[in-house]
């Protein structure tokens, strides 16, 4: 990454570097909850929580502890135990002092700890050696982008169940084929801000 | 340097996992949400498909539900008998007592209700409903697309020989899906215990109806004059069914003079009638 202002990360992080169109990463959930407007919401609203905290908490870990003994190679068993159980935390405590956003997240939450895109922030994080501000800049827009796709999605894909479709795309197929053409025109920024 | 860096890497993934595992402990204690013990006690008895036929999301909103509020307990369909046994026994209610409720699709037209035009969109009431409020002349009628029938989860709503909706109160559970799904709302839960019925839900002028519909409703009032216990009323050029003292002796079956009234005794075999009396 060349270009390391915080705008240049934030646009890069939503758009540029799309992380459901552009890296392909996270693509279960995108597929697996875009049905509805509403269930896309609350996915999102989880992903971006979850997301930012666990970027924080595992650069943390990275930056203090990993770095300094020199136990690089852990990162990816540790990230995996630090995501997994802030999620587990993340849930015990919207349950106790947030019912109404704990019952709105309902399934959603749960279903984060196995979201490749919060392992991958975490990881694409450590690659581009970013700072603390620059991470949750990063972690955030990533999460945004992810919002913005699903969204964009989820829309389509309420229109396309009332569209008369020829036999052999009826269901998923469909839904790959959108899923492709809104990757298509996403590439249409490449070069924005020198990415 | 090799044996140092195996026990390093041990040490820091131990004590990474200790430190999350402390604090997840101290979080489950201090977060902990105190839940009604009974509640616990029904999840348990539920057969946790979290499948949805009992009308909420998994078992335990549904086990909530049944804590909280006074709902039905034996709505879950895949736990059977067993299961609201199970279920009666820790709620201390009695499996009789409680109160069956089922689905009546409250129109008989069908064929015998006249079309205004000819409806040739998606085949669900709810389109249909929206052109022009569906294409039988009587804008109260059922549509016969069979939305009903589609989300019944039982199957126990078919369309009839006439094209109208009819339940089978042998399979109904009464989880009131059709009621919500039905865009001509006018299908209704009732106690199983009420057998007779008027299938028509018209607002419309005695007169009109007569000329669109050979079994509607025409607010003549001769079943409100006959009803021995008054369980009858007309409102709106409509007589309804209170469902209150209804003893179904179905002497306002043999009055309407337009057929409207349909006493459900008649129409199912002896089986349902048997039935019928367990359910008293």
């Known amino acids: 990454m060349k270009n390391t202002s915080l705008l240049a990360i934030f646009i890069s992080s939503v758009f540029v570097n799309n992380i459901i169109l552009m890296r392909f990463i996270g693509l279960c959930s995108f597929f697996g909850v875009s049905n509805k407007l ?34 690089v190679y852990l990162k990816i068993i540790v990230f995996i135990l630090v995501i997994a159980s802030l999620v587990q935390l993340v849930e015990l405590f919207l349950k106790k002092n947030m019912p109404g956003l704990f019952k709105a997240l309902g399934i959603y939450l749960p279903l984060i700890t196995t979201n490749c895109a919060i392992l991958a922030v975490a990881f694409l994080i450590v690659d581009y050696k970013f700072n603390f501000l620059q991470s949750i800049i990063f972690s955030s827009g990533t999460a945004l982008g992810y919002t913005i796709a699903i969204i964009l999605f989820s829309s389509i894909r309420e229109r396309l169940e009332l569209a008369p479709l020829p036999n052999a795309v009826k269901g998923y197929g469909i839904v790959f084929i959108t899923a492709a053409l809104m990757s298509l025109s996403f590439m249409g920024l490449i070069g924005l801000f020198g990415f | 340097m090799k044996e140092n860096i195996i026990i390093q890497s041990f040490l820091v993934m131990g004590s990474v996992s200790f430190v999350i595992g402390f604090l997840l ?3 489950a204690k201090k977060f902990k949400v105190v839940s009604n013990p009974k509640k616990d006690k029904v999840l348990s008895a539920l057969p946790g498909a979290n499948c949805g036929a009992c009308g909420y999301v998994g078992c335990e909103q549904y086990a909530e539900a049944i804590v909280s509020s006074n ?4 709505l879950c369909k895949p736990g059977g008998e067993e299961t609201v046994k199970k279920i009666a026994e820790i709620m201390n209610k009695e499996v009789s007592d409680v109160q069956r409720m089922v689905a009546v699709v409250l129109c008989a037209g069908g064929s015998r209700a006249k079309d205004e035009f000819l409806y040739k969109g998606l085949k669900s009431c709810y389109y249909a409903s929206k052109v022009f ?11 016969g697309f069979g939305d009903c029938v589609e ?3 039982f199957e126990a709503i078919f369309i009839n020989k006439y094209g109208v ?26 106690s199983c215990s009420y057998q007779v019925h008027i299938l028509c839900s018209s607002k419309d002028k005695g007169n009109i109806v007569r000329q669109i519909c050979s079994v509607g409703c025409i607010g003549c009032g001769l079943c409100v004059k006959t009803c021995p216990v008054r369980d009858i009323t007309l409102e ?19 009055k309407c003079p337009t057929k409207s009234i349909v006493s459900k005794i008649q129409l199912n075999s002896k089986e349902n009638f048997s039935f019928i009396n367990i359910a008293k």
């Open chain 2, 165 to 190: 909706a009819e339940v089978d109160i042998l399979k109904c559970t009464g989880c009131g899906l059709c009621v919500k799904v039905c865009p001509q709302k006018i299908i209704k839960l009732v």
């Open chain 2, 236 to 254: 709106d050029n409509l007589a309804f069914m209170k469902y209150d003292k209804c003893n179904n002796c179905e002497l306002c079956v043999i």
């Open chain 2, 25 to 27: 402990s101290i979080a």
């Open chain 2, 133 to 143: 409020n569906g294409q039988k002349k009587c804008k109260y009628a059922c549509l």
């Open chain 1, 38 to 71: 509403s269930s896309a919401l609350g996915m999102s609203a989880a992903v971006f929580f979850v997301m930012t905290l666990a970027t924080v908490v595992s650069w943390f870990i990275y930056n203090l502890v990993l770095l300094p003994l020199g136990l």
């Open chain 2, 71 to 74: 709902v039905e307990i034996n």
């Open chain 2, 151 to 153: 989300v019944c989860p």
